[in-house]
């Protein structure tokens, strides 16, 4: 049986974006006050204006994070363990109502298409005291796959 070569496929951000706007899982990693790691795994979508864009609440992990560190970085995951993935670098702006609720509508378009009452759907947020992490793409790696290195392929 043949063996799967490992993939690392460099794309420009049209691509990336491309890429992106097809799936909605991701793990986004902030920086603790002390400086190490913390990971989330989050829902995402991408906005009109190519950022990575991601529901939470005010109290979170993530959200106070990047209040006081806005570097962000996510692993854009596939449906599936072997699918591409691509690592996003950039910096991140959180959002609070009422200023979060319009771009949460977008967020959820870019997810999920249209609501059917969207007037219900922002009241939610509002009640809901839902706030938006904004992430801008400032660089990225290749589009990877797991695999064999290809020296190793044919062993």
Aim: hydrophobic share 35%; charged share 30%.
């Amino acid at each position: 049986m043949a063996r799967r070569i490992a993939t690392a496929d460099r794309v420009d951000r049209a691509g990336l974006l491309e890429l992106a706007r097809t799936r909605t899982d991701a793990i986004l990693l902030t920086y603790r006050r002390d400086g190490g790691p913390q990971m989330s795994p989050v829902t995402y979508g991408v906005d009109a204006e190519g950022r990575v864009v991601v529901s939470t609440y005010p109290d979170r992990a993530k959200a106070v994070n990047l209040r006081r560190d806005p570097r962000a970085s996510l692993c854009l995951l596939g449906a599936d363990f072997s699918d591409p993935w691509v690592q996003v670098d950039g910096t991140a702006e959180v959002l609070d109502p009422p200023d979060s609720v319009e771009p949460l509508v977008d967020y959820f378009r870019s997810i999920s298409g249209e609501h059917p009452d969207w007037d219900e759907y922002r009241r939610a947020m509002v009640d809901q005291g839902k706030s938006l992490v904004r992430v801008t793409i400032e660089r990225w790696g290749p589009v990877a796959t797991g695999g064999f290195p290809a020296r190793l392929a044919q062993g």
